[in-house]
Every structure is written in C-alpha cells, then in structure tokens.
C-alpha cells in the first residue's frame, strides 16, 4: 500500500484528473450540453480521456526520473528523493503510462478513424518527454511547452467529437488556461530558485530574479481574468449560460487576483509556494466552471 501511494505521489495523480476533467469539459461544451449525444459519443470521449490521462502521468513521471538532483533542493520530499520507489520502477511506470496513451490513441484512431486526435496524443507526449529530458532547461520554451500542454486537453476534448472544429468558447478556454499555466509556471520558478540554478534550469527568476518573476507571473494571472469576460461577450442572449457559470467563473477571477495581490505585497520568494497551490484551486474551479458556459 506504501509503495501504491508512493506511485501515484509520483504521477501527480492530481493533476491527471484534472487533463481528464478538462477533455470532458470540452466535449460537452462542443455538444453544447446535450446529454444524449455526449453519451453516445461517450465511448470515444473516455478513451482519449484516459489516453490524455496517461500522457499527463508519464510526463510527471519522467520529470521526477530526469530531474532527481534538482528535486533534491526543491522538492527532498518526493518519492524517488526519499527512496520509496527506485529510479528503475520510476522509469518502468512511465513507459508503462506512454505505452498505454499510445495503445489507447492508436485504438481511437483505428475504431473511430480518430487519426488526428492519435497525432495530438502523440506529440504531446513527445513534447513532455523532451521538456523533461532537456527542453525544461531553455528559457520560455519551458514555460511555452508546459503551458501549451496544459490548455490542449480543451482542444483536444473539442476534437474527440467527431465532424466539429473547436468553438469560440473553446479556444477562449485554451487561451485562459494557457495564461494562468504560464503564470503558474512562472510562480514555480520563484519556488524552485535555488535547485533551478544548480542543474542551470533558465526561468524568469533565475536569470532576472523573484522580483520580475512576480510581477510576470501576476501580469498572466490578469490578462486570464480578463479574458473570462470575453465568454461573457460571446454568450448568446437567447441562450444563456447555466446561472451555475457566473458565481463559478466570479470564483475563478477572486482566486485569481487575490493571488496576484499576494505575489505583490509579499516577498515573492516567501509567498510563492502558497500562490501555486491557491492557483492550483483556481485551475479546478475554472475547468468546473466553464462545464457550466452551455
């Protein structure tokens, strides 16, 4: 049991729903809440759900496989740096996890002739897997890769639906989430100084110190905030939104700005760590609220 909390520690397992909740979301968004189509074309939303599922698990994985030393400063809690699992299971568990997004997006493709949604699975794993062997180290592609692959499942889940094309409100959600990942990435940075400059990892805090760091981070933060009124915009008087959207997405923005205000009157480098786990908070709510944009 100790070395099965251990596994999913290290998969962020978390952080995994989470892709799968997002790849969800956007399905039905594209359906435009219509239950009865999203449960026919359940089958083929679950399984590239659980494929972009994978893809987020081995990406972690092999993170903490590849990055054991900076982990060792930033993280000494983690399973590999403490011991609990050994670096061999580590990488076994990720090639595990790629082999089973692969099978899982090769079957899409081959039953449901799902080939381009197999070809975003496909390098989107590739992306993660060479951010955590080496990319991670270049300045702003970092932040671009992690972020990128953050917001796609919302693009990705659009896609699963078979002859549509993401929507506007889905773009809007790729764009939002693609803000606050980068900015949470940027927060990371503040976070991870110390090991970062170690192994020569180049982030905004790195290379222009915390204090620039915050004010990066916070800048992305609230042109997210920003941008979630646009879907107010685009919402069709005639067809509203669930009342459920806007005390949801009201939430969202709070979370937000509230950690903007943190990161500007603390010490970034004291306050970092709490911002990234409120705006992990922020990241649920507003995949749950935009659920609710039909």
Known sequence: ????????????????IMVLLAILVAAWVSLNGDFERFAISF?????????????EVATFIFNDYFNIEEDRINAPYRPLVIGLLSLREAFVAGVMSSLLALLLSFLLAIKWMAWTQ???????????????????????????IVSSLTALPFIYGALLIPYTVPCTKIWLFFFIAFL??????????????RGDLKVNIRTFATLYGESLASKVAS??????????SVLLVIAN????????????ILLT????????????????QRIAEKVRRITLIGMI???ISFATAV
Request: aromatic fraction near 12%.
């Open 1 to 16: 049991m100790k070395r099965i909390k251990a596994l999913l520690k290290l998969a962020r397992i978390d952080h995994g």
């Open 43 to 55: 089958p083929i939303i679950i399984m590239g759900g659980l494929s972009g599922f994978f893809v």
């Open 118 to 144: 197999a070809l975003v699975i496909l390098v989107a794993l590739t992306l993660g897997i060479l951010y955590d062997v080496g990319l991670k180290k270049v300045f702003i592609l970092n932040n671009l």
């Open 180 to 193: 606050a990942a980068f900015g949470r990435e940027v927060t990371k940075g503040i976070c991870d100084m």
């Open 219 to 228: 800048l992305f933060y609230l042109v997210a905030v920003v941008l979630t």
């Open 237 to 248: 008087p005639r067809e509203p939104f669930s009342w459920l959207f806007y005390p949801l």
């Open 253 to 268: 923005d709070i979370i937000f700005a509230y950690s903007v205000y943190l990161l500007i009157s603390n010490e970034p």
């Open 285 to 287: 709510s507003g995949i």
